[in-house]
């Protein structure tokens, strides 16, 4: 279940759905287009996928990793004028989301009103999504931001209790938490001298994932840091 139609009722929810389209995608596959034309919303039922910016100079950078009951594109179901996405979405693996047209929800807020919920739900969450991230930007140290983005990572690839493997180069986390990839590493040896992590070529292993959490939630000191 998506956190974002649970807000419906169970009658609104299965008549959303039921407008949904269900699309599958391979490996690497990309699913939208930085600059495309942006004319459907996508709930992610399976698979994780990489949503990438381009830089000015030309290169791209991971901004988010999404997994299932996540979401991306609702701006495409806001009305008046053409919207462009704004990343690049590629399946990090086999993938399926369900798409929601921007034609097919004009067609569903006329016949059912309520349903607009959907979208100011999805709209608040991402403007809480931002604030946080704009916060952590500007305020945390990069320990912190480290510890922030691993816990939401476990959140996305973790299947059950016990370790969760996050196949990511150092590098991928360091274009995540906006650190340089020495910096990055520095902080993730820290992590697993205290046993909170374990490192290997191309992915991180977190071990004790209450205490990555808590690392993530420690308070700010009196300019803003966490400690470190």
């Known amino acids: 279940m998506w956190p974002l139609v649970a807000t419906l009722s169970d009658a609104d929810r299965a008549v959303v759905l039921a407008a ?16 495309d034309p942006s004319d459907s919303l996508h709930l992610v039922e399976s698979g994780r996928l990489a949503v990438r910016v381009s830089t000015e100079d030309g290169g791209r950078v991971l901004l988010n990793v999404l997994g299932p009951g996540s979401h991306f594109g609702e701006l495409s179901l806001v009305a008046g004028g053409e919207r462009r996405r704004t990343a690049t979405v590629v399946a990090l693996e086999p993938s399926a989301t369900r ?10 807020r006329r016949r059912r009103p309520e349903t607009m919920a959907f979208l100011l739900a999805a709209l608040a969450q991402r403007v809480e999504e931002l604030s946080v991230r704009l916060v952590e930007s500007t305020y945390d140290s990069l320990d912190r931001r480290v510890c922030s983005r691993l816990a939401q990572l476990v959140e996305v690839y973790a299947e059950g209790p016990g370790p969760v493997a996050v196949p990511l180069t150092q590098d991928l986390i360091a274009e995540l938490t906006g650190g340089t990839r020495p910096s990055v590493n520095q902080a993730l040896q820290r992590l697993a001298r205290r046993g909170v992590v374990e490192l290997a070529r191309g992915r991180v292993t977190v071990i004790d994932r209450d205490r990555l959490a808590a690392r993530a939630r420690l308070p700010r000191d009196l300019h803003g840091r966490a400690p470190a």
């Open 20 to 35: 949904t389209r269900l699309r599958r995608f391979g490996r690497d596959e990309v699913l939208v287009h930085e600059g």
């Open 99 to 108: 798409t929601l047209s921007a034609s097919a929800f004009a067609d569903l």
